[in-house]
């Protein structure tokens, strides 16, 4: 049997806002030429680069935590991919597009206090730790978190890594995945169903306070009387455990 391979530290940023409809996602669309679940439906985030762990923190104003990369990273990600940004208060249009359009040297967060801005790490409420299965090729052990929608800021997707950005209801959103006009990794399409029961960003954000400390979810196959399914622990807030196989899309 092959060992499985490490899983590399990841983080997912669920952007959430009250509708006339209810609570909704902001979702995207993965490139298909992506090695990575190609052309999958996913909550904005990515692997946690270098400058995500080794910036001065203990030098800025942020309140300091154990999870302060993922949290950069799930910003930092949001933001490069479709142009999102979480800081403190209301943050001019030209400003946020400055940041979208810079280049050259620096970090993330360089260009951020370059222009007078740090990332709001304390919008961030934990949700979910989800662990890509062992039989898939490359693995994530990703710390999704949850935070409501910068106001007055609008998605613009980077067109490399996203070619396509929404706002919807979980509830809709997995009925389109249901019609096979949008395809759902596993980890998302499980999120999306335990979201789908909170009608408010504020309802949302008591049932991510239920459950902490975060216990890890490693899906992993198991055998029924129905057939092969995809399982994961009870009592974690997820109203399905199971899922079949053929229908649990992996990456």
Known sequence: MNTPVEPLSAAG????????????????QRHRDLRFAPGATVFPGGRLDAEDSELPWRELSLPLTDDMPQR???????????????TGGTVDAALIDGLRTASGGGTFLDRLLAAGLEPDVAALVPFARWVTPESVWRRYDTLFFLAKAPPRQTAVVDG??????????????LAEAEAERL?????????????A?????????????RFHPLTPILPRPADTPDGPVLSIPDGLGYPLT??????????
Do not use: K, N
């Open 160 to 173: 490399v890594e996203a070619v396509a950005g929404f706002w919807g209801t979980p509830r809709a959103i």
């Open 197 to 209: 029961g909170c009608r408010t960003v504020r309802h949302a954000m008591e049932e991510a306070a």
């Open 72 to 86: 950069m990273a799930a910003i930092r990600e949001a933001f490069e991919e479709c142009g999102l940004l979480l």
């Open 13 to 28: 940023l669920i952007l959430l806002r009250d509708s006339v409809d209810g609570l909704e996602v902001f979702m995207i």
């Open 242 to 251: 199971r899922v079949p196989l053929e229908q649990a899309r992996l990456g």
């Open 183 to 195: 395809s759902l990794v596993f980890a998302t399409r499980m999120t999306l169903l335990r979201l």
